[in-house]
């Protein structure tokens, strides 16, 4: 902190963080200095009492992770269900140390549960819309979409009748069928952008196949996904924002591309997570390789795909062969730290 300003940071937590941030402690407040590799360590129970016997060795993992002189370290609870802890590099304190973090344990404890109602109150707003939109594509998938396919079944039935009595009129009904059959996936797309997507980690690559198995399904265009590995360890927000990436990128297969094959693949290497979606379609209405800077500049390639790219601080490129496919790679590093403000 300088001038009582500081930089609030949040780092997307990985299960390997635990180790390094939610080790186990007696301590609920503890104030550590560094000189060199010595460590001076003030820790309080979480009825504000020094503890006398307290050890540093839990931080060696947060000291090996960060460079600093001294560091503060609140654990705070929001009611039954989420606990976890305030990290202060370099704070400015004067006074007695130990009345100082006294203090500050005193004050997360006050701020922890006004601090909770607004993130139950945020929590109940986004389940309420997450059931409204669940409704309302249950209501869709029941209704317009179960109807629009009963009279594209019956169209079929007439122009299979007009074709075997050589009809003038079966061109237009195969027209008309033709129709129906891009509302029911229209449809179709709309109910699944609506629907609130419960991925994470655990579940991401088998809800990716299960979104290509799917496209296939509906479309008849030949999909497939492919995975290098066989887990991944990455954010929730980084996991939903690449499903929604590869339902767009096999949307835009589907509207715009005319390919008969499309290929979603997922890997890693050391530092990345690599994901591309490749068709042989017509591709885009440009050529060569492009990234996103490239893109932005031009003002070309999928808006939305470029949005949910940025939103994860990832990478993009585009290679397009017009009427020979087209190929999308995102990158994103396996943990991104973001500054929110100051």
């Not at 186990?24 to 006398?52: C, F, I, K, M, Y």
């Not at 952008?193 to 290509?212: A, G, I, P």
């Amino acid at each position: 902190m300088d001038g009582g300003l500081g930089q609030l940071r949040w780092l997307e937590s990985l299960p390997t963080d635990r180790e390094t941030y939610l080790y186990e402690s007696e301590a609920d407040a503890s104030l550590v200095t560094r000189n060199g590799e010595n460590h001076q360590l003030v820790s309080l129970d979480r009825h504000g009492v020094r503890l006398r016997q307290s050890s540093v060795q839990s931080l060696a993992p947060l000291a090996r992770s960060y460079t600093f002189e001294s560091m503060l370290v609140i654990s705070f609870l929001f009611g039954q269900e989420w606990w976890g802890r305030i990290f202060l590099f370099d704070p400015v304190l004067g006074g007695d140390r130990e009345e100082e973090l006294r203090f500050l344990q005193e004050l997360v404890r006050q701020v922890g549960p006004a601090v909770y109602n607004v993130y139950l109150l945020r929590r109940l707003r986004q389940r309420a819309g997450a059931v409204e939109r669940a409704r309302v594509a249950r209501e869709l998938h029941d209704g317009a979409v179960q109807s629009l396919i009963a009279v594209e079944m019956q169209v079929d039935v007439v122009r299979r009748q007009s074709a075997a009595q050589s009809s003038p009129l079966t061109e237009e009904l195969a027209r008309i069928q033709g129709l129906l059959r891009e509302e029911v996936l229209k449809l179709r797309e709309l109910m699944q952008q609506m629907k609130s997507l419960d991925v994470d980690s655990s579940n991401f690559l088998r809800f990716l196949e299960d979104t290509v198995e799917r496209f296939q399904r509906e479309t008849g265009i030949g999909a497939r996904f492919v995975s290098e590995v066989e887990e991944t360890h990455m954010p929730q927000r980084v996991c939903r924002e690449l499903v929604r990436i590869v339902q767009e990128a096999l949307v835009n297969v589907r509207k715009h591309s005319g390919a008969r094959e499309a290929l979603v693949r997922f890997g890693a290497d050391v530092t990345h997570w690599k994901m591309t979606i490749e068709d042989n379609g017509r591709g885009f209405p440009f050529a060569g390789r492009f990234s996103l800077a490239d893109l932005e500049a031009m003002g070309k390639g999928p808006m939305v795909i470029r949005e949910r790219v940025r939103l994860i601080e990832g990478e993009l490129t585009i290679e397009s062969n017009p009427g020979r496919g087209a190929r999308i790679e995102i990158t994103v590093p396996q943990r991104r730290e973001a500054a929110y403000g100051q």
